[in-house]
């Protein structure tokens, strides 16, 4: 299976960077420990593939709207607007 995702890097408030991927995946369950166990392994194989990931969130369709599941702060910058552009895709 292919899992679309973004990994994106952007101005953090600190003035630094941030690395962060946003996934396109949901849990088999909506459970947030289920959405922890697939961001936490999503996140394990993008580092894994060798790209920096200070950051990470789940997106997922959910009564035809886009919603977000993972890092809080990553959570609320993708809220606001953030329109999903898939840059790598992960085999499972």
Known sequence: MQINF?????????GGEINFAVFEARANTNTDTARSDVLGNLTMRARQSGL???????????????????????????????TPRWTHTLSI
Not at 6 to 14: K, Q, V
Not at 60 to 81: P, T
């Open 52 to 82: 920096r990931v200070d950051q990470s969130a789940l997106a997922f369709s959910e009564n035809g709207r886009i919603k977000f599941f993972g890092n809080k702060n990553l959570v609320d910058y993708l809220a606001r607007g953030w």
């Open 6 to 14: 973004a990994h994106l890097r952007e101005r953090a408030t600190n």
